[in-house]
Every structure is written in C-alpha cells, then in structure tokens.
C-alpha cells in the first residue's frame, strides 16, 4: 500500500514538473509582461497630462 501511493506520489510531481509547473512559468511570465506594458502606458499618460516631455523620469 505505501509503495502504491509512493508511485502515485512521484506521478503526480512528475506530471507538476513536465506540465503544470512550465505552464504556469510561461502565464506568469505573459502576465508580468502585460502589466509592465500597463504600468508604462500608465506613466506616458502621467506624464503627458503633467505636460511633461521627458518619459525616461516617470
């Protein structure tokens, strides 16, 4: 019975490894991305509704 569940056990790390664990990485990665383009987009409207030319500051 122990040995069953061990096995069952290293199925499922092996299938968070191989699968879940590499496309969650990736979603995370997307979603991090979209947020820096949001926070970027973000501050050129700060900046343009201060009147401000130089967008390196914001």
């Known amino acids: 019975m122990i040995a ?3 096995e069952r056990t ?5 299938a968070l490894r191989r ?3 590499p496309r969650l990485t ?6 991090n ?3 820096e383009q949001a926070e970027h987009e ?3 409207r700060r ?3 201060a009147g401000t ?5 914001a």
Not at 10 to 14: E, F, K, P, S
Not at 26 to 31: G, I
Request: glycine content about 0%; aromatic content about 6%; overall charge neutral.
């Open 26 to 31: 990736t979603e995370l990665a997307a979603t």
């Open 53 to 57: 030319r130089d967008h390196s500051l």
């Open 10 to 14: 290293r199925q499922r790390v092996r």
């Open 42 to 44: 973000e501050s050129i």
């Open 19 to 21: 699968h879940w664990i």
């Open 4 to 6: 069953a569940e061990c």
């Open 33 to 35: 991305l979209t947020l």
């Open 47 to 49: 900046c343009w509704a």
